[in-house]
């Protein structure tokens, strides 16, 4: 069993930063942990995923502007977003994958606008 919880979304100018941080509670650490988000309506899409430390898939939408990253004990992972854009408004769910079972957090909102 995985617990993922989230915290940092929040409200945010179009250009602007902020950093979404995910902890997994387990007593093994998944190996595999990424970020999703989701409009209302629309199906959960691939923000970023990393396996291990070095092993990084991005979405096409954010590639270049957001980077994920994880803390030596792999228990955090970071979501660090930067020139964020209108379109990146929505709800980003922390995911983890643990023995063929993908569990989520509670979802964090993140809104940009002026």
């Known amino acids: 069993q995985v617990q993922l919880v989230e915290s940092g979304g929040g409200l945010v100018q179009p250009g602007g930063s902020l950093r979404l941080s995910c902890l997994a509670i387990?007593?093994?650490?998944?190996?595999?942990m990424g970020w999703y988000r989701q409009a209302p309506g629309k199906e959960r899409e691939l923000v970023a995923r990393?396996?291990?430390?070095?092993?990084?898939t991005y979405g096409d939408d954010v590639k270049g502007r957001f980077t994920i990253s994880r803390s030596d004990d792999k228990k955090w992972v970071y979501l660090q977003m930067k020139s964020a854009i209108p379109e990146d408004t929505d709800v980003y769910y922390c995911?983890?994958?643990?023995?063929?079972?993908?569990?989520w957090g509670q979802g964090t909102q993140v809104t940009v606008s002026s």
């Open positions: 995911n983890a994958l643990f023995v063929g079972n993908n569990y």
């Open positions: 387990s007593s093994i650490i998944p190996n595999t």
């Open positions: 990393i396996i291990g430390y070095g092993d990084k």
